[in-house]
């Protein structure tokens, strides 16, 4: 049985990529039965004994899931976000208590987001019941399509999959935030000096950076902070924040940004601010007052920094 139709229209976006993956994972049972079983067990580790066979992208009602799939044995409820750190708690606890009263023996509540899977993040949505809440990201469901497709490459179904994955690049993966190009401010004011502040990350004295505002988008997101140097104009540091605390331990500075551990990276070759203007969407990087600017996975990949971080690791 299914509920899913491709054509369907949905007016929020989360709905139209729900409907698209599940649509198309139902499409792939007419030519690999076997196909949608291995989706699950490969990405999730989630095994059926029975064939999973209903298919349902739920009408857009405050407090539903956002899908439903099952087996005669198994049940899986999905929520569905296209944008990272967008999970509520409280919506989470919503989904448990509609997933507790299933019939299904096995039951699990499977987050599908652009989220990293090792991210404290995730952890902290998993953790009110992590044998029964599993997380999905969208580049791994991308990946394993890819796959799919590319070994089918003359099948109409692959092309329509191939449709589909570039819809998810587009939106999903391209348009993610991977962190923040943060502008020091140096000066007695933030007791950040020139030179001075890499030995001291070099040295291992500095494991944070405190900032004016909050960056609440990299808390425990495994997302990056990218330290731009105004006196070399360059970008000198790329580093994982795990977590970003109020301290107000200085009276303008009272965020506390903790470098994750292994992350932290004083690249050997400063990215100048001519690359990062030459990078779409940061054309006026640099030209106005604004301390931070935020940037998606493909900017950070333009960037070029993966060619020079191997080059000096601290």
Request: charged share 25%; glycine share 4%; hydrophobic share 40%.
């Amino acid at each position: 049985m299914s509920d899913v139709n491709i054509f369907t229209s949905f007016s929020q976006e989360e709905n139209r990529f729900t409907n698209g993956l599940f649509s198309i994972l139902s499409l792939t049972r007419i030519e690999h039965p076997e196909f949608v079983s291995d989706f699950f067990s490969d990405l999730l580790g989630i095994r059926t004994a029975t064939p999973l066979n209903r298919f349902r992208v739920l009408s857009e009602v405050v407090g539903h899931v956002d899908a439903d799939i099952r087996s005669a044995d198994t049940c899986m409820l999905f929520e569905t976000k296209i944008v990272s750190v967008a999970l509520r708690t409280d919506q989470i606890d919503r989904h448990l208590e509609k997933l507790r009263a299933q019939s299904e023996p096995h039951k699990y509540l499977v987050l599908l987001t652009p989220d990293d899977a090792q991210s404290n993040y995730i952890s902290r949505c998993r953790r009110s019941a992590p044998d029964m809440i599993r997380h999905l990201a969208w580049k791994d469901v991308l990946a394993y399509l890819e796959r799919f497709a590319e070994l089918r490459p003359e099948r109409t179904l692959s092309q329509l999959i191939r449709h589909f994955l570039e819809t998810i690049r587009d939106t999903v993966i391209r348009q993610d935030m991977a962190g923040i190009i943060a502008t020091i401010s140096f000066g007695d004011h933030s007791e950040v000096y020139p030179i001075v502040y890499l030995d001291g990350i070099r040295q291992g004295i500095r494991k944070c950076w405190r900032t004016p505002k909050e960056y609440k988008q990299l808390s425990g997101t495994r997302r990056k902070l990218l330290l731009y140097d105004p006196k070399v104009k360059a970008i000198t540091v790329v580093v994982e924040i795990s977590e970003v605390r109020r301290t107000d331990e200085h009276p303008k500075y009272s965020w506390s940004n903790d470098f994750a551990d292994g992350t932290l990276q004083v690249l050997a070759i400063p990215v100048s601010r001519d690359i990062i203007q030459s990078v779409p969407g940061l054309e006026t990087f640099g030209k106005g007052r604004s301390p931070f600017r935020k940037i998606t996975h493909e900017q950070f990949v333009q960037l070029r920094i993966e060619n020079v971080l191997g080059m000096q690791v601290e």
